[in-house]
Structures are given as structure tokens and as C-alpha cells.
């Protein structure tokens, strides 16, 4: 069981530069999710899509946009990449909106360094 | 605002040492509470998750417990290995379409030999 995979696992971008990071996953979750984790701050949601055909912004979404591609596929994109955005960027999913009943899977994390 | 707290930041034991970790929630409305563990450099791997209406989760050496009213979440681990060396967060789920799901910044244990 693959679960949730995200590439690439590493990244290096000038300031200015654009990227798309990928997500997918095989458990037929309806709910994904963007997180980003920097150290003394934890694990902050940036954008999540509670099912096939929407998303919304969490808690810090300047400077990102993402697609909901289909039911397996959310992707994360950085138009314009900024130093603010070096990070440890992690893709998760759950059941239903809520991963009320089996909680999240997390993906194993790109790491972004923006020169 | 809702927050999740984990306390201590570092713990380090000796090997076969029996150990809690705690991390407490400002708001008791959770759905459910998870706790995950993440090795350096590496994703988050889910180890137990336990609903509101439920006191306890046992998984091998690893048992968790809620206590709703008290705001307060717990993760024994019983005769600690150097192979549980790693950074352990918990967090607290309050529903809703975005899934609110609250981190507290993890413990980071290391267990020496």
C-alpha cells in the first residue's frame, strides 16, 4: 500500500521561480490536505480540498494555489517562490472531511529551500 | 483560540525506562486525537488514534489515553528501545470541512542504550 506519495522529496528554487508539488493518493479518500512545517512553529495547514471538486484556504495560504486534479491527485503550486517559503511541505488525507472515524495519513514531506 | 500543547519539548531515557508523554487542548469539543511519530527527516507515521468517546487506544508497548474534561491526552510507552527514538506530536481534531486538525510542536525523545 503506497498510501499518500508526494514528489519530489527535494527541491531547490531561486527566488521567483515557480514549482508544483504533487500529491496522490490510493486509499479513495475524499478529503486532502497542504501542510507546512518550520521549526518553533509546528505543522500549519496552507490549503485543504474537502472533496472532489473543492478546495479552500487553512491557516496560511499567501503565495500558494492548488488544484484539486481528481479524486486521487491535489497538487500545490508556488507561482512566485520566496524565501519565506523554504520548508518542510507535507501532503496528508482522510476519509471524509473531518477524518472523523480513521484519522489522517500523512505523506513523507518535500523539502523546498528557496535561494 | 485553540491550542495544543506538549510537555516536556526533550525528554531522554535510558533503555527499558517506562515513559509518558503529555500534551493538553485548550477546547475539550475534539472529535478525535492523534498521535504520530516522525523520525528525523521523514513523514508522519500515525501510531494511535482515539475518538472522544473513548478513554483509551493500545497499540503493542504504545497506550494513549483521553481525558476530555481535563483537556488532557497521554502516550505510555512501556520498556522504551533506542528504536523509539524520535519526535512524537499529538493532535487534536475539531471536525468541520477544513478538518481543523491542531498540532502541538512534539516532544523529541531520545532513548539511549
Known amino acids: 500500500n503506497a498510501g499518500v506519495t508526494q514528489t519530489p522529496k527535494f527541491q531547490v528554487l531561486k527566488t521567483g521561480q515557480s514549482m508544483t508539488l504533487q500529491c496522490a493518493q490510493d486509499?479513495?479518500?475524499?478529503?486532502m490536505y497542504w501542510y507546512r512545517q518550520d521549526p518553533g512553529m509546528g505543522l500549519r495547514l496552507i490549503y485543504y480540498?474537502?472533496?472532489?471538486?473543492?478546495?479552500d484556504k487553512g491557516e496560511v495560504p499567501n503565495g500558494y494555489n492548488v488544484s484539486r486534479l481528481n479524486k486521487r491527485e491535489f497538487s500545490l503550486r508556488l507561482e512566485s517562490a520566496a524565501p519565506s517559503q523554504t520548508s518542510v511541505y507535507f501532503c496528508?488525507?482522510?476519509?471524509?472531511?473531518?477524518?472523523?472515524?480513521?484519522?489522517?495519513?500523512f505523506g513523507s514531506g518535500t523539502r523546498l529551500t528557496v535561494v | 483560540k485553540q491550542e495544543v500543547t506538549q510537555i516536556p519539548a526533550a525528554l531522554s531515557v535510558p533503555e527499558g525506562e517506562n515513559l509518558v508523554l503529555n500534551c493538553s487542548f485548550t477546547d475539550s469539543a475534539i472529535y478525535n486525537l492523534q498521535w504520530f511519530r516522525q523520525d528525523p527527516g521523514k513523514g508522519l507515521t500515525s501510531l494511535l488514534l482515539?475518538?472522544?468517546?473513548?478513554r483509551e487506544q493500545t497499540s503493542g508497548r504504545l497506550n494513549a489515553s483521553l481525558d476530555k474534561s481535563s483537556g488532557r491526552s497521554t502516550l505510555y510507552i512501556a520498556a522504551s528501545q533506542p528504536g523509539d527514538s524520535a519526535t512524537y506530536l499529538c493532535?487534536?481534531?475539531?471536525?468541520?470541512?477544513?478538518?481543523?486538525?491542531?498540532f502541538g510542536k512534539g516532544t523529541k525523545l531520545s532513548v539511549k542504550p
Open positions: 480540498s474537502a472533496s472532489e471538486g473543492t478546495t
Open positions: 486509499m479513495n479518500h475524499n478529503s
Open positions: 482515539i475518538q472522544s468517546s473513548q
Open positions: 493532535a487534536a481534531n475539531y471536525g468541520g470541512s477544513q478538518g481543523n486538525l491542531i
Open positions: 496528508a488525507s482522510s476519509e471524509g472531511p473531518s477524518g472523523r472515524n480513521y484519522g489522517y495519513t
